[in-house]
């Protein structure tokens, strides 16, 4: 319009300067209409060009409305509907982790019967410094209807090829949402903490003793202006750790979870602003018998609890463990219907309390948890107990680059450019941890009075002879497992943009309670060897590395 | 369990007879998705049924409308807008409901009286004050050097009128020689400098821009011009025109997922009213109600009128000859 301006102006001063430079064209009439003439057909010219720009964009800015959006940035890649009520976001997280033992064992690899491979050691081998894919995790996500999200997320990493996260979200409202599927239940507040997001190389003991992944439901959602959180949800029931397959579950009772979380002051001024803490908690009822006879492979007791470097540090006793408890190498035949697995039996039970507070560049995360697991041994559920067991742990963080930690990721001040001189941000972190388990888990006693075991104690025979009673540790053998592990954690995070982290970690573990034994054999019955002396696991030092993108 | 049956059976007795809700009238919403010079007209319109609809059974109704290009709001329809009533600039565009999504039955221009059209219009030129390009009939709009101001066909009702008006007036001066025909439109659209979208961006052109000499218009959009701007512009009526039939219809789809058939349908009917055809009359809309024509009639001029369907066939061939991709439109109108 400006430019319109100008030039009527130019063309009107123009025909004036002709006007008074010259008496005779300002006499000419005819010539003076020829210059209106001209003038309207360029302001008429510049009126269509104006209004066809007015209507290109009018028409684009229609477009617009009705264009999909597509999306690449660093919050992601994706597809929206013009309208922002449909949504479909292409996530990842890939980490490439490298383990270095100094010292340390790896309970998971036996040695050959009676070779001896540590010196006084002879039942572990060294833990094996690797490299490896720890979390490969292509995710689909999105939003339809504006308020019912989904999310579906393989895991390829760690040797797996298992579906991790798929589940429904509706958000009816911000305090009544209902989710659906296989996810985190709502419990731990490390273990909700996104694996990319998470301070340290691996999460702390609490998280191994709380549910890992489950399959059900929640509801959940903020009241109070999003001070306080809730959530309660029922799922199919998972052991310590535990990350739920996706198909039906075996065990007709269900656990359930709830969740109490606040953040009193939310959105203050205050240096109370990033303070939260909750309480979370689970029940669950396993029933034994059925498990046995469904499923006799799974017991609902973990897999084994695992240090800082991922080696099993305690596990309960199973068929194997047993057959090395006596003997290496030694064949133990069970008859028709011989269990020797200790297995969940009864009530579940977890409870933990937890905090986090985020003052500037300063975090501090401190959870505690303790599980009560009803535990027997065998079909016929011998000695029943129960089995209490705790871990905690406090993580402090400080971001040496300025920027404000937060539950979540760290977004750098400035990403690392060499160019522009950019360095990221960096991060330094520390935590002790511990797991404690309980003294009754390497109860001894007897596993006769029920179906049986077909191994002669005073001969030794195998799979023949009158029943007779094996004494033995019952839910777990102190000469393959610890009875505490404690950890202290220290680690340098570099957040070289929002995506891309590069962390490294040093970690030392203790045990107490055994987890290995002696060379030395205590008795012998013909060509079986039993041993007996157990003594404390050595410690484990490792070194953690890890290069992830997460988008 | 069958007690836990028996006490959630007397809740739901006891609720639905003490519903309180039931007591109370009802606040029904329409939405209305309109053509584009239609505003003032439902503006008046709207304000006049809710009060008839409230004296006459107590329930409140808002009507919200939609305008644009009569071809666009079909389309948008169609693609999911929940309109209630459609009151588009030409029937085709209503077929289209039925053609495209089956949102209506094919017979919908049966169901009111007139071929479903309250009113009629038809399209005239509007000229600036003095006329000073002395525009009298069709042959000067499409003489060089004539700026015409009309919207593009593909997307507004009123340019596919103002076309087939200008198509008809060759035919006829021409004895039906269509390729006569084909030239003079062709002539007269290369005068157009602009095409917009819908026939009230069309005005804007003409009116607020300040661009072209002749608007080819509703004749409802050019009085309306008038009436707003006294004294800046004339009317200008040609020797022949076209009978503009802007149907109206109920999306049954819609007005039976909402549950506002009743309301629906008695808003289209008002429209047949005297007070309906009153409220037309005086935005220049011609209304069919002998009476009220009649009270009106030294509002509108005289005009002869051609029809669509005495003329081209009917809509569904008019709009596949001339408007289609590929039809003439796109070949008389290089860009």
Do not use: C
Not at chain 1, 440 to 467: E, I, K, P, R, W
């Amino acid at each position: 319009m400006t430019f319109r301006k100008k030039i009527v102006a130019s063309l009107l001063v123009g025909s004036g300067v002709l006007a008074v430079s010259s008496p005779v064209l300002a006499n000419d009439s005819e010539e003076l209409e020829k210059l209106r003439a001209l003038v309207q057909e360029l302001d008429q010219k510049i009126r269509v060009l104006d209004r066809k720009n007015e209507l290109a964009a009018e028409e684009a800015a229609a477009k617009k409305k009705e264009t999909p959006v597509v999306k690449a940035s660093e919050k992601g890649f994706g597809l929206q509907s013009a309208d922002g009520q449909h949504e479909i976001r292409l996530r990842g997280l890939l980490q490439a982790d490298g383990r270095g033992f100094a010292t340390g064992r790896n309970q998971t690899q036996k040695a050959a019967a009676g070779a001896s491979t540590a010196g006084y050691l002879d039942n572990t081998e060294d833990a094996n410094s690797t490299a490896l894919l720890r979390r490969v995790r292509p995710t689909i996500e999105g939003t339809v209807f504006g308020k019912y999200d989904f999310r579906f997320t393989p895991e390829y990493g760690d040797g797996k090829s298992q579906v991790i996260d798929a589940y429904l979200d509706a958000r009816f409202a911000p305090w009544f949402k209902l989710r659906a599927g296989k996810y985190k239940p709502f419990v731990g507040l490390e273990r909700l903490q996104s694996g990319a997001d998470i301070k340290f190389i691996e999460r702390s003991y609490v998280s191994s003793i709380l549910p890992n992944r489950d399959v059900g439901a929640s509801i959940y959602g903020d009241v109070l202006d999003g001070r306080l959180s809730y959530a309660v949800g029922i799922h199919n029931g998972v052991a310590d750790g535990g990350d739920n397959t996706t198909a039906s579950d075996f065990n007709k009772d269900k656990d359930y979870a709830a969740r109490l979380f606040t953040v009193p002051f939310k959105d203050s001024d205050s240096a109370l602003a990033g303070l939260g803490f909750g309480i979370a908690a689970t029940y669950g009822n396993v029933d034994g018998t059925t498990k046995d006879t469904v499923n006799g492979s799974s017991t609902e007791l973990t897999s084994g609890y695992k240090t800082e470097g991922q080696q099993t540090f305690f596990r309960y006793v199973d068929g194997s463990v047993l057959r090395s408890g006596i003997g290496e190498g030694a064949t133990l035949t069970g008859g028709p219907g011989v269990s020797w697995l200790a297995h969940a039996d009864g009530k579940r039970t977890r409870i933990a309390p937890q905090a986090y507070y985020y003052y500037g560049p300063f975090g501090l995360l401190a959870e505690y948890t303790r599980v009560s697991q009803e535990v027997a041994v065998g079909q016929s559920s011998h000695a029943k107990t129960t089995l209490n067991h705790d871990a905690w742990e406090i993580a402090a963080s400080y971001l040496l680059t300025g920027e404000d930690a937060s539950f979540k990721g760290v977004k750098p001040k400035r990403n690392f450019d060499l160019d522009n001189g950019g360095w990221g941000a960096w991060e330094i972190v520390g935590r002790y941890s511990e797991l404690n388990l309980d003294d009754d888990s390497f109860a001894f006693g007897n596993l006769s009075g029920g179906a049986g075991v077909t191994a002669n104690q005073s001969t030794g025979a195998v799979g023949a002879g009158t029943l007779q009673t094996l004494n033995h540790y019952l839910y777990a053998d102190p000469k393959a497992s610890a009875k505490s592990a404690h950890t202290w954690t220290a680690g340098i995070n570099w957040y070289v943009n929002p995506e891309v982290k590069i962390s490294l970690n040093y970690a030392q573990t203790a045990f107490d309670g055994g987890g290995a034994l002696t060379s030395s054999p205590t008795h012998t019955f013909k060509d079986l060897v039993v041993r007996s002396n157990a003594r404390d696991r050595e410690d484990e030092r490792v070194l953690l590395a890890r290069f992830q993108i997460a988008f | 369990m069958k007690k836990y049956y028996s006490i959630l059976g007397i809740l739901v007795v006891v609720l639905a007879l003490t519903n309180p809700l039931r007591l109370q009238a009802a606040e029904v919403s329409l939405l209305n998705v309109s053509y584009d010079p239609t505003r003032e007209l439902y503006q008046d319109f709207n304000a006049a049924f809710a009060k008839y609809w409230k004296a006459k059974t107590g329930d409140s109704v808002s009507v919200k409308a939609s305008h644009g290009g009569s071809g666009k709001q079909a389309r948008a329809v169609i693609d999911g807008l929940d309109a209630d009533v459609v009151t588009l600039a030409l029937a085709y565009d209503v077929d289209a409901l039925y053609d495209k999504a089956k949102l209506i039955p094919q017979n919908w221009q049966k169901r009111l009286p007139s071929n479903s059209a309250p009113y009629t219009s038809t399209i005239v030129f509007l000229v600036r004050k003095g006329n000073p390009k002395h525009i009298k009939d069709w042959d000067d709009v499409a003489k060089p050097g004539v700026a015409v101001i009309t919207p593009n066909p593909k997307t507004s009702g009123g340019a596919r009128w103002n076309y087939l008006a200008a198509w008809g007036y060759a035919l006829k001066k021409n004895g039906n020689d269509e390729n006569k025909a084909k030239d003079f439109v062709a002539k007269l659209y290369k005068n157009v400098p602009v095409l917009d979208s819908g026939a009230r961006g069309a005005t804007t052109t003409f009116v607020e821009r300040g661009i072209g000499d002749v608007l080819l218009a509703w004749e409802n959009e050019a009085f309306l011009a008038l009436k707003e701007d006294p004294g800046k512009f004339e009317i200008v009526v040609p020797s022949l025109s076209i009978l503009a039939e802007p149907p109206v219809a109920v999306v049954d789809k819609v007005v039976d997922k909402h549950k506002t058939r009743a309301v629906a349908e008695a808003y289209l009917n008002y429209l047949y009213s005297e007070e309906g055809q009153e409220i037309a009359a005086k935005n220049f809309y011609r209304p069919r109600l002998e009476s009220v024509a009649k009270k009106y009639e030294k509002q509108f001029p005289k005009v002869s009128l051609i029809t669509i369907d005495e003329v081209f066939g009917g809509w569904q061939k008019a709009q596949k000859t001339h408007f289609a991709d590929g039809g003439v439109f796109d070949q008389i109108y290089a860009k």
